[in-house]
């Protein structure tokens, strides 16, 4: 069984409870962040951890941790649940004001914080990298602030079934005619050696795994742009592929039924993918 964290206390799984008037669970009221561990080591622990503020700052919800001690909780859940390879879930909710209602409640209502660990041995030697992952393209029918990581996932968990219904891993969203994001990942083409990810803004969440990737591929060289590329550029890419923190740099080698490339892996995806994990493992902590 596992071991989590709430507010404060390490808990068996199955004693860590949560009220049912807590916001998160009512109003979606609440943010979170995903961090990797690889050889039992935390990566980009301090990129989360701004990210997380950011998101709270933007909510005006109040952290109830101080990063040294976050850092300590991370660390001790996976040294409790014996991981090597997997991921750290951590989520703030506004917390549990004794009743349902829509206006925050006031200060002195302690925020719930949760966190909890994953085991996937092999993480970093997913299958996936090496076939490539196939996607569909669906429309954007998110909120407006998704710079913001909340926990209100329901779009992007319909996404992730239409997709499974279409035989597929995952959707990538289109707004306007320019593709967002894919459903828990950023989404990125390469057209004649140019690497194009959507540009920053409140449509994509600000992917701690993008700005890594986007600085190693900068250091070596390789040309970026970062602006909104439409569903038809990336149909007619070399490559195309996604990032995240679960999936690092993952190949994509269909998109709505069409081949991109030459239908495998491509060579920038790889080459990213490779240095991208060189050096967070070298950086973990
Ligand atoms: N998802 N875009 C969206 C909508 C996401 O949900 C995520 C992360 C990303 C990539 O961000 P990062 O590189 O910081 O992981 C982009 C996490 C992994 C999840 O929900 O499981």
């Avoid at 995903?34 to 919800?61: C, Q, Y």
């Avoid at 083409?189 to 992917?207: A, M, S």
């Amino acid at each position: 069984m596992r071991t989590v964290y709430l507010n404060g206390k390490y808990l068996p799984e199955n004693e860590a409870n949560v009220s049912v008037f807590d916001r998160g669970f009512l109003f979606a009221d609440g943010v979170y962040e995903v961090t990797s561990v690889l050889g039992g080591k935390i990566l980009d622990f301090d990129g989360h951890a701004v990210r997380l503020e950011r998101s709270l700052n933007e909510l005006g919800m109040r952290n109830p941790i101080e990063k040294a001690d976050l850092l300590a909780v991370h660390r001790e859940l996976v040294r409790a649940n014996d991981i090597s390879d997997g991921m750290i879930y951590l989520q703030i909710t506004r917390g549990n004001p004794g009743d349902r209602d829509f206006a925050y409640p006031s200060d002195d209502t302690e925020p719930t914080i949760v966190l909890f660990t994953q085991s996937k041995p092999g993480l970093a030697d997913s299958p996936a990298a090496k076939t490539g992952i196939k996607i569909i393209s669906i429309e954007d029918q998110r909120w407006g602030r998704r710079d913001i990581k909340t926990v209100q996932l329901l779009y992007p968990s319909m996404g992730k079934m239409m997709a499974k219904g279409a035989g597929c891993d995952d959707a990538w969203m289109v707004e306007d005619g320019h593709v967002t994001e894919g459903t828990s990942n950023n989404a990125y083409i390469v057209k004649d050696d140019k690497i194009i990810t959507r540009h920053l803004g409140n449509e994509i969440l600000h992917g701690i795994t993008r700005k890594a990737v986007l600085a190693f591929a900068r250091e070596a060289q390789m040309k970026v742009e970062e602006r909104a590329f439409t569903l038809e550029e990336a149909k007619n890419a070399d490559e195309a592929f996604i990032t995240s923190a679960s999936t690092f740099v993952m190949p994509v080698v269909e998109i709505d039924g069409e081949a991109v490339g030459t239908g495998t892996p491509g060579t920038v995806a790889a080459r990213l993918r490779e240095i991208y994990l060189t050096e967070s493992r070298k950086a973990a902590i």
